[in-house]
């Protein structure tokens, strides 16, 4: 029985920053990993993968689209499928060998199989059983379904199965207009396929300031993608070539099918805890799934703590990378802390979409006096430039304060440009401090200090 201070299990983002921070804190540290390959759902069948070829879909849009107008002339390329999916594993492999590396350079032991807990201070990996001082259980989430529909990852698949599709499907659906099936519809999209996204509520991107989201529709319809608002999917009938999705319109309660080569079903994610044997330890459970944890990620079994998609909150990388990292500082005796009102979300299609904070929406429901500030990208110099004056950065502060509240961005480079305002709202900075901040010109964050001078006496460019 090999002994250690931590042992986490699992190896995604949440999992392997833990153990890497662990390790640098003196801490004798071993990650347990199933998988072939370390990076969890992230790296190997989530963000990076995705990433991949929305990249690549970005730049065959930009060639049919945009390249005659600059004056690139010639022949439009092709898509040759096979080698666009071997461009986007080669760039997993790329990412994980990289965090093998890391375990290597820092002293991580990884034990390679699925774990258990079969009594607090242990864990079982195939034949051999473990101990530590510290136990995180840090297994992730998996995608969720809806009953009437069964996932086969071919023909009626989820996020896993839409990044290794045998062919371009002429026809895709996709259930679920959140950040996932947004993303992947437009990766198909731009490869040619005809895209339909079935959505439950009445607007897409559930949660999303309200403008950015009304704004980011109308958007992706111009690119070819079309919605079915306020629907709710009854059940998925696979044919010999295809499938039909049967859903119910809820405003009149009528019934209607839509037929595709391909379903994505893009739900949302449920945390993953099976057979780690939490319910025999007596580990308590959230209504939703998740482990119940304390504020220090402590569940209600000594020793034994849970971070990322497991436990409560957004169900994102770095949210769970910042817990990890938070919950090894408390590991190695330290204050570990997590900002959870300064976590920033964002949707990788063209345009970028990014928000943090609150959104207006919330502080109306809290009846906080507010002022907007915004500006739209087509004041910006550099983003007409590159055919993005789509889009607006809107900053929302306190009225009386000046204190930046949230922001929400649609535009070129918006997931980047989110974290000016993330680092401002960490130093409690006021919209006008963002304003008297000399920006470099031309750049697209110029647009992030024209609405925080919008919050003021008035943007220049506006």
């Not at 999916?85 to 760039?91: A, F, I, S, T």
């Not at 529909?149 to 026809?171: F, N, Q, R």
């Not at 500082?329 to 997590?338: C, D, F, P, S, T």
């Amino acid at each position: 029985m090999a002994e250690f201070d931590v042992i986490i299990i699992g190896g995604g983002p949440g999992g392997y920053v833990c153990a890497i921070r662990c390790a640098q804190l003196g801490l004798k540290t071993a990650v347990v990993e199933g998988r072939d390959t370390l990076g969890g759902t992230c790296l190997n069948v989530g963000c990076i993968p995705s990433k991949a070829l929305l990249n690549a879909t970005h730049h065959l849009h930009e060639v049919h689209e945009n390249f005659e107008k600059m004056g690139i002339m010639g022949a439009n390329p092709t898509v040759d499928w096979a080698k666009m999916l071997g461009y986007k594993d080669d760039v997993i492999a790329q990412n994980t060998k990289g965090i093998e590396f890391l375990f290597k350079k820092n002293k991580v032991t990884w034990l390679k199989g699925w774990g258990s807990i079969p009594a607090a201070g242990q864990v079982k990996v195939g034949d051999e059983t473990h101990s530590a001082k510290q136990i995180v259980i840090a297994t992730g989430s998996e995608s969720s379904s809806l009953p009437g529909v069964t996932v086969d990852e071919e023909t009626v698949v989820t996020s896993t199965g839409a990044l290794t599709l045998k062919s371009i499907p002429k026809k895709l659906a996709v259930i679920g207009a959140g950040v996932i099936g947004l993303e992947m519809g437009s990766v198909y999209a731009r490869l040619g396929a005809e895209v339909t996204v079935i959505e439950y509520l009445d607007a897409i991107t559930p949660g999303m300031d309200a403008e950015v989201a009304k704004t980011f529709q109308r958007i992706l319809t111009k690119q070819g993608l079309k919605f079915i608002l306020g629907a709710a999917v009854q059940g998925v009938d696979k044919g010999k070539k295809g499938a039909t999705v049967r859903y119910k319109l809820r405003k009149d309660d009528s019934d209607a099918t839509l037929d595709a080569d391909t379903v994505l079903v893009a739900t949302g994610r449920r945390p993953y805890t099976a057979g780690l044997g939490l319910e025999a330890l007596g580990v308590e459970f959230l209504p939703r799934g998740q482990v119940k944890t304390d504020a220090h990620f402590a569940t209600n079994i000594p020793g034994l703590y849970a971070i990322g998609d497991a436990i409560t909150g957004p169900m994102l990388a770095h949210k769970a990378e910042d817990e990890g990292m938070a919950l090894a500082e408390i590991l190695a005796g330290k204050a570990g802390h997590v900002n959870y009102g300064v976590i920033p979300g964002v949707i990788y299609t063209t345009p970028e979409v990014a928000t943090v904070g609150k959104t207006e929406e919330q502080l109306k429901e809290e009846g906080r006096a507010y002022k907007v500030g915004k500006f739209s990208f087509m004041g910006n110099g550099r983003a007409k430039a590159v055919f993005q004056g789509e889009g607006f950065v809107k900053l929302l502060a306190d009225k009386a304060t000046d204190r930046i509240l949230g922001a929400h961005i649609i535009g070129p480079m918006a997931g980047d440009l989110i974290h000016e305002v993330c680092v401002a709202m960490e130093f409690g900075a006021s919209a006008q401090d963002l304003a008297l901040t000399c920006h470099a010109h031309p750049t697209y964050s110029e647009a992030v200090r024209e609405a925080a001078l919008a919050c003021g006496d008035g943007a220049i460019h506006a």
